[in-house]
Each structure stands twice: as C-alpha cells, then as structure tokens.
C-alpha cells in the first residue's frame, strides 16, 4: 500500500537552528499538508499546498515556517530559527484530489527542540 | 476557534464489550474522518463519512455522521485488546483545501 514518508523519524536541534523536515508524498497525490502536534496535546493544521503555492495556512505558520517542493518528489517544512516550543511531532499528509479520499499521513518526524 | 470535542477522553473496559465514543462540534463539516493513532506513529485513517445520516461499517467498527452533520460516533462492538488506542475524529470545514480540524482524542484501553 503506498505511503507518506518522513525523514528523520527524530531530529535534536539547539534553539535557534534551522531545521528542515522531509515528506516524500504518495507519487500520484497533488494536495499536501503539514500538521504538528505539540505531546499530549490535539494535532493542529499547519498548512497546505497545491500547485507549488500554499493554499491555506493556519495562525500557526508564521514568518519562521516555510514550505517547499524542490523537486516531484519531496515536500519539506522548514523552520528558520527553532524555539522551545516547536517541539513536537510534524506530520506530512497528501492526497490525490477529487475528494478526501486517500487523505494519507505519514508516520511524523519528532522534533526536539534543547 | 473551531473545536470537535470528543467523549469519553479515556475508557477502558473488558474484552467483548460494546462501546460507542462520540464527536461533537457546534461547526458543520463538509466531511468527517475518524482516525487510530499509536503512540509515536501517524493517524491511520479508518473512514470518512461525508453525507448528513450516512453509516459506514468496518469489521466490527459503525460509523455515523449526524444528520445536521455537526457530530459524530463511533460503536465497536465486541471490543478486542487490538482495538486499544487513541481514537482521533477530524473535520473538514471547507471543501476547498480539505484541511483538517482534530478532536481532543478518546484513549481506549481493551483489557484481556
């Protein structure tokens, strides 16, 4: 069964570090997301993507988040300077289109933030 | 804020029991989905219902979307210790971007 990877499954960065997360989305899905979810706690829309363009973002994704997909394969989720408080588990999601069938995530990447 | 407040936060309950958790929002959804999520792992999604009323089964899992299509259940019947884990609703609020509003999670536990 196809599937959303992410890479790495755990990054440790010192605060005010760039990070970046990787998603390789399912080949065929054209719709892509990020969501985060902060432990214990609800898992929380970050933003969306289609057509090389965000599409939605929540009050979340602010100037230090950014998205990108460099190539047909890869869609990442950049954090420009990390605090405390980024971390948390990042989950990238993809779906084909025509509906939210297929609405597919992958397995997250925890993000520690010392 | 949108919120999907779900009920009960935490059950445990015996093998072979019968259990419904419940989703409820006062926002209405373009289509609802229900997820299962284990410790450190990704939701996996289990359905998604989209029509005021519908019903979905799996296995021993029935879905059902409220008529106004504000809230949510989910039954199991016969609960099995495989059935153990964090039970996530989530709803569309715009057909556009299908992004996803989560609930508040009901952990169940299924004792052997």
């Known amino acids: 069964e196809p599937e959303v990877t992410q890479t790495p499954s755990h990054q440790v960065t010192q605060m005010g570090q760039e990070v970046i997360l990787r998603c390789v989305p399912i080949?065929?899905?054209?719709?892509f997301y990020w969501y985060r979810q902060i432990l214990g706690q609800k898992v929380e829309f970050l933003v969306s993507?289609?057509?090389?363009?965000?599409?939605?973002k929540s009050e979340i994704f602010d100037d230090q988040f950014s998205v990108e997909r460099p190539d047909g394969s890869n869609f990442t989720l950049k954090i420009r300077s990390t605090k405390l408080e980024d971390s948390a588990m990042y989950f990238c999601?993809?779906?084909?289109?025509?509906?939210?069938?297929?609405?597919?995530f992958g397995s997250g990447t925890r993000l520690t933030v010392v | 804020t949108q919120l999907l407040e779900q009920s009960p936060q935490f059950l445990s309950i015996q093998e072979g029991e019968n259990l419904t958790v419940y989703c409820n929002s006062s926002s209405v959804f373009s289509s609802l989905q229900w997820y299962r999520q284990e410790p450190g792992e990704g939701p996996v999604l289990l359905v998604t219902v989209v029509t005021g009323g519908e019903v979905k089964k799996l296995k021993r899992l029935t879905f059902q979307f409220g008529d106004a299509r504000k809230d949510s259940s989910l039954h199991i019947t016969a609960a099995q210790p495989g059935d153990t884990g964090l039970y996530l609703c989530?709803?569309?609020?715009?057909?556009?971007?299908?992004?996803?509003?989560f609930g508040t999670g009901t952990r169940l536990k299924v004792l052997a």
């Open positions: 989530a709803g569309a609020l715009s057909s556009g971007t299908y992004k996803y509003i």
């Open positions: 080949s065929n899905h054209l719709y």
């Open positions: 993507f289609y057509n090389n363009e965000i599409s939605e």
């Open positions: 999601a993809s779906r084909r289109g025509g509906g939210v069938n297929g609405y597919t």
